[in-house]
């Protein structure tokens, strides 16, 4: 497998292809100048779909993206159009379906990560708002509420639901 995720192989870039050759169509309601076939043609969804790969895989703006891909306002403007004709959802969808049959997917399991971490910045020298900047009585009134509410409570559980 390759370690750059936006290059596809043959048989995934041909059912990607019948997805955005049935799922992209124009808007009935508005109104076109030109008949449908007019004007530019459009440029290859293969490029165009490994340049929104690329944009989702390594998080760089789309203005940045590499010319190699096509023009960033047609990859934009695409990755819209398959956003609304809910390709990736359907993508997704098959993905799944598919490696359920093939390894099988343990649909009753779930979990659950995160992670909880000391801001940056701030801390205790930081009131309420911006004004509060070098006064710790704000923060510890806040703390003190905090406290007694957790105290008036009768069951910790009942601390998160309010």
Not at 5 to 10: A, D, Q, Y
Not at 30 to 59: E, Q
Not at 148 to 161: I, L
Request: glycine share 10%.
């Amino acid at each position: 497998m390759s370690h750059q995720p936006w290059i596809l192989t043959e048989a995934l870039l041909n059912r990607i292809e019948t997805l955005l050759s049935t799922g992209i169509t124009r808007k009935r309601r508005r109104k076109y100048k030109r008949k449908p076939g007019g004007g530019r043609k459009r440029v290859d969804n293969r490029p165009i779909f490994a340049g929104i790969l690329y944009v989702l895989s390594t998080g760089c703006q789309w203005q940045a993206i590499p010319r190699e891909f096509g023009s960033p306002s047609t990859i934009l403007r695409r990755f819209q159009e398959c956003r609304d004709a809910v390709i990736f959802l359907t993508l997704w969808k098959d993905g799944l379906s598919e490696y359920d049959e093939l390894q099988g997917i343990v649909w009753d399991w779930q979990s659950i990560d995160g992670a909880m971490i000391k801001a940056p910045l701030g801390g205790g020298t930081t009131g309420r708002d911006p004004t509060d900047r070098g006064k710790k009585e704000a923060n510890v009134t806040f703390w003190l509420k905090v406290v007694a509410f957790r105290s008036a409570s009768s069951s910790p559980a009942r601390m998160f639901t309010m």
